[in-house]
């Protein structure tokens, strides 16, 4: 049989049927679009989590450099910071609540700290850390407390015949030149715009705005 010998009849409700599968596609389409989700979990179903602070004492004792990543210090010097807070009242209290090991919140606050913008949020550490988010909040507040109470021991100028204060001198002057070698104390103020490259260490003076320009800097040779 050929197609002409199909009837009207035969024929539109084919494609009415189609036309209807077709406007349903297209429904679906766009609620995808707006929704961004195939899924709508139950409100009262909880987010999953998968917890990856046991990961850091591994790292710390193979791989620091993947611990160092993760919270922005060594090993060494995360439990130099852990004995010195550990001891603060903040972190002990008369409630029958558990409170988290002060290395755990530590821990949570270095991770915060040293992450900014797209690449850090509460809801992350949260995961990363298998707790709630007011948790997360709770344990930076509690850590900041604890560090600002030790200001003067982790804010301090070294003294000039220190081991501290020649790496600093090196590190200047392999940035820039020997005259320059004790100045590794300096304020940054305004900048002046030039109108070409220097041609003595030029790119030192190419700013963060891809201009040429001298910074009013005040430098303490130390």
Known sequence: MSDSDLSGDEINPITTHFHQLQVSIAALRDEIKKAHVLHKPDASEPPPQAPQLHLLLSCGEHHPHLFQQKLRVNPEIF????????????????????????????????????????????EDIAQWAGISVGSVVNCTHCVMVAVLAQHDHFVSFPTPDSQDAEHARCFVESLTCPEWRKGIFAVDGSTFDLSAKPGFHGEVFFDRRSKYSVSCQVSFLF
């Open 79 to 122: 439990d130099d910071i852990l004995d010195l807070i550990s001891n603060h009242p903040i972190f002990h209290n008369q409630s029958n609540n558990p409170r988290l090991p002060v290395a755990m919140q530590l821990a949570i606050f270095l991770n915060c700290a040293g992450h900014h913008g797209n690449a850090i949020s509460l």
